[in-house]
């Protein structure tokens, strides 16, 4: 299934606008992630589409995404969320082709296991640098003073909505990982990423019923772990990784 097979299927939700969206902005959440074969992807969108709207702006439903994340010479952010450590972090630039807009981000899952968000717009005017550093202090948790390019990652989302609740979902698809260099490249064809964002774990759900349905399973997914793992497996930590990269690769091939 390609993009235009994608778009095509989105065309029959209603769409929602930004600012309807902006009511589940969702910066302090649960989260739970599903691996979609692309095969089952368009059946189980097409039979949402009462229950839930798609992100629609000036006639267009999925958007590009290019996002830089950071990490120690080490990787320690790597590592600790290998180690299964809690209160751990994840820090990106993420760009918005469409928009033409960059935010740095900071991601923490915290000790009950939910998803907390800051972020700050990175001006066109602001050395990127300086706007990193000066943010990252606000983190004593963070070494600002060492981080560093680590992972390149491009996909497009699809963002959907449930109007009877407080529950946003991304569908992320021609997922690509790309070393800083660009010199180690790997693409993942074949998956969808099905994220389902509440602001508690939703007693009903639509999206995450009718995923189970289709015999899809929640997986602890992260786009950055799962990346190094696939650019760097041979020179990091992995072994946690392995049901989820064994997953990947019955999709894909």
Do not use: W
Not at 161 to 190: K, Q, Y
């Amino acid at each position: 299934m390609n993009m235009a097979i994608i778009s095509g299927t989105l065309n029959g939700f209603c769409g929602h606008s930004l600012s309807e969206q902006g009511r589940v902005v969702l910066m302090d959440r649960v989260d739970i992630k599903f691996l979609v074969p692309l095969a089952l992807l368009e059946s189980c969108l097409t039979g949402l589409r009462q229950e839930l709207t798609t992100l629609d702006l000036d006639g267009r439903r999925t958007f590009d995404y290019d996002t830089l994340y950071f990490d120690t010479p080490e990787r320690r952010l790597f590592l600790d969320h290998h180690n299964g450590k809690l209160n751990r972090f994840k820090v990106r630039l993420r760009h918005y082709r469409q928009s033409r807009i960059t935010f740095l981000e900071i991601k923490q899952k915290t000790n009950r296991l939910r998803t907390v968000k800051a972020r700050t717009l990175l001006s066109a005017e602001a050395s990127p640098a300086s706007t990193i550093s000066t943010f990252l202090k606000g983190q004593p948790a963070l070494p600002a003073a060492r981080m560093q390019p680590a992972l390149f990652v491009q996909y497009q989302r699809a963002t959907l909505i449930n109007p009877a609740g407080s529950e946003r979902i991304t569908v992320d698809t021609g997922l690509a990982f790309h070393s800083p260099d660009r010199r180690r490249s790997v693409a993942l064809p074949g998956v969808a990423i099905v994220e389902i964002k509440s602001d508690r774990q939703a007693a009903h759900s639509p999206m995450h019923e009718r995923l189970l349905e289709m015999g899809c399973r929640a997986v602890p997914f992260s786009k950055y772990c799962v990346g190094s793992s696939l650019l760097f497996g041979t020179e990091l930590k992995t072994n946690q990784f392995k049901p989820v990269l064994r997953a990947i690769h019955g999709l894909c091939n």
